[in-house]
């Protein structure tokens, strides 16, 4: 699986946009992009997925560049309850080699 | 929504025993998954099962670790002979027919030993 690399923290002021940038330069064609967070000791959450596509759900938006080589996650309206780790994890979309590499992720820190 | 859930929450156990954490996924899901997280540290793969069988596992799944689907709802993870560095959280995923679904994780279990 390709490896992912993301700033190890960032701030966000509560209310606004919350964007959380994964540079994955060497994805292949058949790897999809997936986004975690962990709050504390939880086990990890499962926000949102994409291939080449931008894609929203009710959580966040994914926007995924055109060469696939870097994506970011949009928190649209970041709240106190989004302070946690957040993973940006590549993988084969097959699914006997569904094994997640998880990196150190990027500790979002919301602020009142 | 339905979601994997874990028990027990928290194991605590004297080094040398057997423990095993027990796992229901999300059913219709047809993948199942291991992983563990010390504490600091980042979470880790485990091991993989599919069809009733192991479909990858990691260096770190030795001969000490087995996992067992021992009927249509349950999935466990057993340590035969547990060690100090045995403890950590243990994680237990699912993810369902295709490959590029999302595996969902249970909130894992606290393990101990002493």
């Known amino acids: 699986d390709a490896k992912t690399t993301q700033p190890p923290s960032m701030d966000c002021a509560e209310g606004r946009a919350a964007n959380l940038p994964c540079n994955h330069s060497?994805?292949?064609?058949?790897?999809?992009v997936y986004w975690y967070r962990q709050i504390h000791s939880q086990g990890p959450q499962y926000i949102i997925h994409?291939?080449?596509n931008n894609e929203t759900n009710e959580m966040a938006s994914l926007i995924i560049t055109e060469d696939r080589k870097s994506s970011t996650l949009i928190l649209p309206h970041a709240t106190l309850r989004d302070t946690a780790v957040y993973y940006c994890?590549?993988?084969?979309?097959?699914?006997?080699?569904?094994?997640?590499?998880f990196g150190d992720g990027t500790t979002l820190t919301v602020k009142p | 929504e339905p979601e994997v859930t874990q028990t027990p929450s928290h194991q605590v156990t004297q080094m040398g025993q057997e423990v095993i954490l027990r796992c229901v996924p999300i059913?219709?899901?047809?993948?199942f998954y291991w992983y563990r997280q010390i504490l600091g540290q980042k979470v880790e793969f485990l091991v993989s099962?599919?069809?009733?069988?192991?479909?990858?596992k990691s260096e770190i799944f030795d001969d000490q670790f087995s996992v067992e689907r021992p009927d249509g709802s349950n999935f466990t993870l057993k340590i035969r002979s547990t060690k100090l560095e045995d403890s950590a959280m243990y994680f237990c995923?699912?993810?369902?027919?295709?490959?590029?679904?999302?595996?969902?994780f249970g909130d894992g279990t606290r393990l101990s030993i002493l």
């Open positions: 994890i590549v993988r084969v979309a097959v699914a006997n080699a569904g094994k997640s590499t």
């Open positions: 060497t994805i292949s064609g058949n790897e999809y």
């Open positions: 994409g291939l080449k």
């Open positions: 059913s219709n899901h047809l993948y």
């Open positions: 099962f599919y069809n009733n069988e192991i479909s990858e």
């Open positions: 995923a699912s993810m369902g027919a295709f490959g590029n679904q999302p595996q969902h």
